[in-house]
């Protein structure tokens, strides 16, 4: 695999640096090999300073710094999703600068390197890629909504949070790789930058795919996973939550994309949309289940978001919404998600 640094630029220890948070914990695209962060954070191990769990990525305070200790770096990541998809000011001329050293950049912004005359000159004077991971297919790579996903025998499960940077992806992937340990043929479909950045081969990003076009992409991403490898159960990454009213997203994922079981994220300590308050309040997770199950699919498990919580909090949370809901309730992060393969087990 190719070396990859990634660019949070003093935003790692923020939600907005999900997606660095997506590569550090794993990728199959990319050998991540270091992070850009700030003089704050930098000499930490990037995977220490997310989760505790030391995974040989040391963080930088500037590109000069990643240049300087490793020998070869092939992309520059752009590790940010930014409400609206902006590109900061002050990533352009780190950008810049990784061009003229030689480095290709991957980004992962609803703002476009490729839109950028300068940019792309200085690209092709330096023999170097701009990668628009966002940018939107032609309208002959679309596909429409057939009904094929009515074929598909294998359960579909959504993975679906309250709000935006609840763990959707990382639930999601983690519960694929939890099934494989136990000899489960299970399949992610992504529907995100990050999703594609960490690998993925099956899925599409969703929130830069023309709307009349999303229920089929969806479609074609399940029916083509499923074709193609038998998959025993499939996984859909879920995107900000069906009442962010930002952008409701999570009906296509049970009604076109048939998803008859859900996975639901939440953090406790969240008390409205984005932390906007003016956005309004996140409404309770029996209210979320009852929806849910009202559209015609099955909650089979809650995962908490301990976001704010202290260890103590966490299995606190955990002990009263199994007692409130009576259904499995997981704490990733903290503990896997192997509680849940007896459920899948019984639904193949």
Not at 44 to 65: E, F, K, V, W
Not at 96 to 109: D, P, R, T, W
Not at 246 to 261: Q, W
Not at 289 to 301: D, F, N, P, R, Y
Request: net charge negative; aromatic share 6%; with cysteine.
């Amino acid at each position: 695999m190719n070396n990859a640094v990634v660019l949070t630029n003093g935003l790692f220890k923020t939600s907005d640096a999900k997606t660095a948070h997506g590569l550090i914990r794993g990728t199959e695209r990319y050998s991540v090999i270091g992070l850009i962060d700030s003089t704050e954070t930098a000499g930490n191990d990037a995977g220490a300073l997310l989760d505790g769990q030391h995974r040989n990525i040391p963080i930088l305070a500037t590109l000069n710094d990643a240049i300087t200790r490793f020998n070869t770096i092939d992309y520059l990541i752009i590790g940010i999703a930014t409400i609206g998809g902006r590109l900061p000011a002050d990533m352009l001329i780190i950008i810049e600068e990784a061009i003229n050293a030689g480095i290709s950049i991957v980004n992962g912004l609803h703002e476009f390197l490729q839109d950028k005359p300068a940019l792309v000159s200085l690209a092709t004077e330096k023999n170097v890629q701009l990668i628009d991971v966002r940018k939107p297919k032609s309208r002959e790579e679309l596909h429409f909504w057939t009904g094929d996903i009515f074929n598909v025998k294998a359960p579909i499960i959504g993975v679906i949070g309250m709000d935006c940077a609840m763990g959707k992806r990382t639930a999601a992937r983690m519960l694929t790789q939890a099934c494989k340990k136990h000899n489960i043929n299970a399949q992610m479909i992504y529907t995100g930058q990050t999703g594609w950045l960490q690998g993925g081969r099956y899925g599409f990003i969703f929130d830069s795919t023309l709307n009349d076009f999303v229920s089929g992409e969806l479609e074609y991403a399940i029916t083509s996973c499923w074709k193609d490898t038998s998959a025993d159960v499939i996984f859909i990454e879920g995107q900000s939550s069906l009442r962010n009213p930002s952008g409701p997203c999570g009906m296509e994922l049970m009604i076109s994309g048939n998803a008859k079981h859900v996975v639901l994220l939440f953090a406790p300590k969240r008390k409205y949309f984005d932390n906007e308050e003016h956005w309004g309040s996140i409404p309770s997770v029996e209210s979320e289940i009852e929806l849910i199950e009202k559209i015609g699919s099955k909650v089979i498990a809650v995962a908490i978001h301990t976001e704010n919580c202290s260890p103590e909090e966490a299995y606190s949370f955990q002990k009263e919404y199994e007692h409130k809901l009576n259904i499995p309730v997981l704490l990733p992060v903290e503990e896997g998600v192997e509680q849940l393969i007896p459920i899948l087990k019984n639904l193949i």
